[in-house]
């Protein structure tokens, strides 16, 4: 089971952060390693692992093309600044849990929408 977590880590690092549904129609996303029910089966390390490595895969996006400016990666990275691994393991936990609907699909992708979730676009003021 960790030999796997730690592959599924690996690969997440390539996870590409899509903005828009013209983008995610010409990107390909590959089939992850683990399931979202996985995630619940996970012990708590392996959880903030995987959190890490999730995050961790989303900042490296734009080296493979993802701009770097896109408003989902400047509002999770913006969100999750100053949190620990424990934090946003927790985010995603909630949301697996609340989501069994979702326990087939790919962890990586329900564990980017419980960061899209847990991070709204805030309104921004313009002086």
Not at 31 to 50: C, E, V
Not at 65 to 81: F, H, M, Q, S, Y
Request: hydrophobic fraction near 45%; charge should be neutral; glycine fraction near 4%.
């Amino acid at each position: 089971m960790m030999r796997r977590i730690w592959l599924a880590l690996v690969v997440l690092s390539f996870h590409p952060a899509i903005s828009t549904a013209a983008q995610a129609e010409l990107t390909r996303v590959h089939n992850g390693f683990l399931k979202a029910a996985d995630y619940t089966d996970m012990n708590p390390d392996s959880r903030r692992a995987y959190a890490m490595g999730l995050l961790d895969g989303i900042y490296i996006a734009p080296y493979f093309g993802a701009p770097d400016n896109n408003k989902a990666l400047v509002r999770i990275a913006t969100c999750v600044e100053g949190m620990k691994a424990s934090q946003v393991a927790a985010i995603i936990e909630k949301y697996v849990r609340d989501h069994p609907e979702q326990s087939k699909q790919d962890l990586k992708d329900v564990g980017y929408n419980a960061m899209l979730e847990a991070c709204p676009i805030r309104p921004t003021t313009i002086p």
